[in-house]
C-alpha cells in the first residue's frame, strides 16, 4: 500500500484582503484595456458536480477490480475442483483443513502478487483523474469570474502540487484496499464452499457476488473522493481572490440527503460550514458551492460613481 503523502508545508490561510486585491488589480487592467464590465456583479451561473469524470473513474477502477477478480477466478478454476477432491478424500480433519490453508495462503499470495504489481498504475490513474478534475475545476471557476465580474482573476497556487499528490496517494491506498478486502473474503469463502462441498459453478456465482461488492466499494470512492477534491479545489480558489461565504447547491435528486435538499440555496461562511462540512466534504456528497461576490460591487461601480464616493467622503471627513 503506497506511504501517506506529506505535504511539503502546512497551507498559509488565505487573506480576504490579498484576494479583493487581486480581483480590484483584474477589474483595473481590464477598464485599462477599455473592455465593458458589468456595473454590478451579475448572479451566479449554478455549477454541478463533475459527474462526467466520477464515471470515467469508476470505469476505470472497475476495470481493475475486474482484472483482480479476473485471476482470482483463472486460480480457481484451474484448483478449486482438485482442492476439494483432495479435501474430501482425507479422513484425517485436521490433515484435511491443514491442506486447505496452505492451498489458500498460497492463493493468496500469488493474487497478492499480481495485485501489488498494479500499485505504480493506481497511482497513475488517480494522478490523471486529479489533473482533470483540476483542470475542470478552473475553467467552471474562470467561466463564473467572467460571468460575475465580465473579468478573469488570477491567483499563484502553490498548494495545488501538494493537492494533486495527496489524491493520487490517498486514492492508491483506498482501491489497494479494495484488493486486499476482495482477497480476504474470497479466500474465505472459499473455505466455507469446500466444508459444504459446493460445486465449481455455485463457487462462481458466490465468486461474482464478491465482485458486486467490490463494485459497489469502487462506485463510492468514486463519487465521494471526485467531490472531496473538487469541492476542496473550489474552497483553495473562491478563498484565494476573497471570497469568504457561497450559496449550497446540490443535485435535488432522489439520492440527496434531505439534511443537505434543506441547504439549498443557503448561505455559508467558508470558515463556519455546516456540522458535516462545506459542500463536497460529507461521504459521498455531489453539492457544490456557488460563490458569493456582493462584496465586490464597489469596485464594478463607474469610474464616475466611485470618484463621486470618494468626493463625499472626503467633505464628510
Not at 495462503?105 to 505504480?120: A, D, T, Y
Not at 447547491?249 to 470558515?271: M, N, S, T
Not at 463536497?280 to 456582493?294: F, H
Request: charged share 30%.
Amino acid at each position: 500500500m503506497p506511504s501517506p503523502y506529506v505535504p511539503s508545508a502546512p497551507p498559509a490561510a488565505p487573506s480576504p484582503a490579498a484576494g479583493r486585491e487581486l480581483v480590484a488589480a483584474a477589474i483595473a487592467a481590464a477598464r485599462a484595456r477599455g473592455e465593458s464590465l458589468p456595473r454590478t456583479p451579475r448572479k451566479a451561473r449554478r455549477v454541478h458536480h463533475p459527474f462526467g469524470l466520477e464515471a470515467l473513474y469508476f470505469s476505470r477502477l472497475r476495470a481493475t477490480v475486474r482484472r483482480l477478480f479476473g485471476s482470482m477466478e483463472q486460480w480457481l478454476e484451474a484448483n478449486y475442483p482438485s482442492l476439494l477432491a483432495e479435501v474430501q478424500g482425507r479422513r484425517d480433519a485436521a490433515a484435511r483443513f491443514d491442506d486447505l490453508d496452505r492451498q489458500l495462503s498460497r492463493f493468496e499470495e500469488i493474487v497478492r502478487r499480481r495485485w501489488g504489481r498494479l500499485s505504480p498504475d493506481l497511482v497513475r490513474q488517480a494522478q490523471d483523474i486529479a489533473r482533470r478534475v483540476n483542470l475542470e475545476n478552473i475553467r467552471v471557476f474562470d467561466e463564473q469570474n467572467r460571468h460575475v465580474l465580465g473579468v478573469s482573476v488570477e491567483a499563484a497556487e502553490p498548494w495545488l502540487a501538494d493537492e494533486e499528490a495527496i489524491f493520487a496517494h490517498e486514492n492508491a491506498a483506498l482501491i489497494q484496499d479494495i484488493g486486499a478486502t476482495a482477497v480476504r473474503r474470497v479466500a474465505a469463502l472459499v473455505t466455507d464452499c469446500v466444508r459444504k462441498g459446493t460445486s465449481t459453478s455455485d463457487l462462481r456465482k458466490a465468486v461474482q457476488g464478491e465482485l458486486g461488492i467490490a463494485e459497489r466499494r469502487a462506485a463510492l470512492i468514486a463519487v465521494d473522493q471526485v467531490g472531496k477534491f473538487n469541492g476542496r479545489l473550489t474552497q483553495r480558489r473562491q478563498q484565494a481572490i476573497g471570497i469568504t461565504h457561497y450559496r449550497w447547491r446540490g443535485v435535488l435528486d432522489q439520492r440527496e440527503r434531505p439534511a443537505h435538499v434543506a441547504r439549498e440555496g443557503a448561505k455559508f461562511a467558508w470558515e463556519d460550514p455546516p456540522s458535516d462540512g462545506n459542500p463536497g466534504e460529507p461521504i459521498r456528497c455531489r453539492c457544490v458551492a456557488e460563490p458569493v461576490m456582493d462584496q465586490f460591487a464597489d469596485l464594478l461601480a463607474p469610474v464616475p460613481v466611485l470618484r463621486a464616493r470618494a468626493s463625499a467622503s472626503q467633505e464628510r471627513g
